[in-house]
């Protein structure tokens, strides 16, 4: 009678709670190649990694046996394989190393290395059991925080969208502003122009077409435009438009338009991390793809 145990782990190291599952296979086959007997079990735990499901398949793979055996166990882990036969020290996971070190000490184990998703049917079966297990663990990712964009009565909310069409060196950018529950919309097609310098002109052309003395929020994913008009603007200004290491600002002529429209307006410029749940960006959006489908 031959023994062989094939184990397989799986982990979503993106997921907040990095869910992984694992899975073994027991089967005992007479010498005619008969299935005597098969012993199918599976598993999975939060906040792990690829490399514990793994060698957590096979402690539990082991623990199937009831007496000392010879046997083989297929993985498709050279993590697992390499420090179990000896190619390589234990450097982390000491304590469940530990754990298989007492599990394997009675038996007499061949280990047969098999690539993932090659076509053997039994790792195939330990993949896609560990993967389940994965999955019944996984928790939805948190959706970011929407952003606040609540405008106070008489005030203008510009949201500024650019997108950069490399291929063709140019920049289209879309805004859609909002007062008081109306809206309108400004666009633009700007050829040979980055999309930094394109977010900049786009801001200037929404503040030209505002009256004086108009109260604004720019909203935009661009921190460029937003770090510069709150935190850098003033010392590109005292020290004569150099930046701190001496070179002269990239667009000063826009930044300079800028600081002119933001003194005769009340307007700040707000960086959105985070686009999602607002719709006046994904009007944006669609406005720049109607645009760029006009210019291609």
Excluded at 15 to 35: C, K, M, R, S, T
Aim: proline share 2%; net charge positive.
């Amino acid at each position: 009678m031959q023994i062989e145990i094939y184990t397989d782990g799986a982990c979503d190291i993106h997921a907040d709670n990095q869910p992984g599952g694992w899975a073994a296979i027991l089967q005992a086959v007479g010498e005619d190649g008969e299935l005597l007997k098969e012993k199918v079990i599976s598993g999975g735990a939060e906040n792990t990694t690829n490399n514990r499901m793994e060698l957590r398949a096979v402690i539990e793979g082991l623990k199937l046996l009831t007496r000392a055996t010879g046997l083989t166990i297929v993985s498709d882990s050279r993590y697992v394989i390499d420090i179990a036969s000896g190619a390589k020290k234990v450097a982390m996971n000491k304590s469940l190393w530990k754990e298989f070190f007492l599990a394997a000490e009675s038996h007499s184990i061949e280990w047969r290395y098999v690539a993932g998703h090659s076509g053997d049917e039994l790792n195939e079966r330990c993949d896609r059991l560990a993967v389940a297990e994965k999955d019944k663990r996984a928790q939805p990712k948190a959706r970011p925080a929407e952003e606040q964009v609540d405008l106070k009565e008489g005030m203008v909310g510009i949201f500024l969208s650019t997108r950069y069409a490399a291929k063709d060196k140019l920049t289209s950018w879309a805004a859609i502003l909002v007062k008081d529950g109306e809206e309108w919309a400004l666009s633009g097609h700007l050829e040979k122009t980055s999309e930094l310098e394109g977010t900049l002109i786009g801001a200037i052309k929404c503040l030209e077409n505002m009256p004086d003395a108009q109260c604004a929020i720019v909203f935009t994913a661009q921190e460029y435009l937003s770090k510069g008009m709150n935190q850098w603007l003033a010392g590109w200004i005292a020290k004569g438009w150099k930046t701190k290491s001496g070179e002269s600002v990239k667009y000063r002529r826009h930044w300079e338009r800028l600081h002119d429209l933001r003194r005769r307006r009340q307007v700040q410029f707000r960086f959105v991390k985070s686009r999602d749940g607002i719709p006046y960006f994904q009007r944006g959006k669609e406005l720049i793809a109607k645009i760029l489908s006009r210019s291609l």
